[in-house]
C-alpha cells in the first residue's frame, strides 16, 4: 500500500510545539492509565465542545476495548473570537446521556485560568450528580496547579492552534499543536 506524504506544515504556523507523534504517542499512554483506572466500571466520556473532539476521537480508541465507554460533548461558551476569556462560562449545550451516579471524566483540550474546567466540575457534580467527575486535559498552561487529573503535555502560556484547537473558528483540523505567526493576529 503505497504511504501517504505528511501534509505540509501550514503557512500561518511560526512553530509546531507538539507533533502529531508526540500527540499520538501521549494519547495511547493516557488511554492506557483511563483503562486501568476504571477497569470493571463503566466510564462516561464527554468532551468540551468543539475543541476537545480530535482528543476525544483519538482518546476514546486508545481506551481498552473491553471496558463500557459511554460518549457525550457538552459546550461551554468561552473564548469567542478572540484571545482573552470573557469571565463566567455558561453551558451553550447540554450532554445527552443522563450523568447521575455516573463516572465521568471530562475531556478538555487546553486549561489556561481553569475557569472552565471548574465551572464544569461543579456543574456535573452538583447539578447533573455525577458519582465522580474527573479531567483528562490534552494542555496545560499552568500544570502547577494541577487542575486536571489527566494530562497530556504542560504548556507555555502562549495561545496555540492545532488538533481541534482554534483561533477564530480556523486551524482545528491540523494534526499537530502549534503557534501561530503574529501577522495573523494582526490582520484578523
Ligand atoms: P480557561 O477557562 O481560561 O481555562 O480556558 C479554557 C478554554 O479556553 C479552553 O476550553 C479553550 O477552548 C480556550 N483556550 C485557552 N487557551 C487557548 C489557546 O491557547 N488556544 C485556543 N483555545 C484556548
Ligand atoms: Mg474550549
Do not use: W
Not at 482518546?59 to 482573552?84: E, F, M, N
Amino acid at each position: 500500500m503505497a504511504m501517504l506524504a505528511a501534509a505540509p506544515i501550514h503557512l500561518d504556523i511560526e512553530r509546531v510545539l507538539l507533533t502529531e507523534a508526540q500527540i499520538q504517542q501521549r494519547v495511547r499512554e493516557l488511554g492506557a492509565q483511563l483503562s486501568a483506572d476504571y477497569a470493571g466500571r463503566t466510564l462516561t466520556l464527554v468532551g468540551v465542545f468543539a475543541g476537545a473532539t480530535l482528543f476525544l476521537a483519538d482518546l476514546i480508541r486508545a481506551i481498552d476495548p473491553t471496558l463500557k465507554v459511554h460518549l457525550d460533548v457538552v459546550g461551554v461558551s468561552s473564548y469567542g473570537a478572540g484571545k482573552t476569556s470573557n469571565g463566567r462560562p455558561t453551558i451553550t449545550q447540554m450532554p445527552e446521556l443522563l450523568m447521575f451516579g455516573r463516572d465521568v471524566v471530562l475531556v478538555e483540550d487546553i486549561i489556561d485560568t481553569g475557569t472552565t474546567v471548574a465551572f464544569l466540575r461543579e456543574q456535573f457534580q452538583m447539578v447533573f450528580g455525577a458519582r465522580s467527575v474527573r479531567v483528562c486535559a490534552l494542555l496545560d498552561k499552568q500544570p502547577q496547579l494541577c487542575r486536571a487529573d489527566y494530562l497530556g503535555f504542560a504548556c507555555d502560556p502562549e495561545f496555540v492552534v492545532g488538533y481541534g484547537l482554534d483561533y477564530a473558528e480556523g486551524y482545528r483540523g491540523l494534526s499537530y499543536v502549534g503557534v501561530l505567526k503574529s501577522r495573523v493576529y494582526q490582520t484578523a
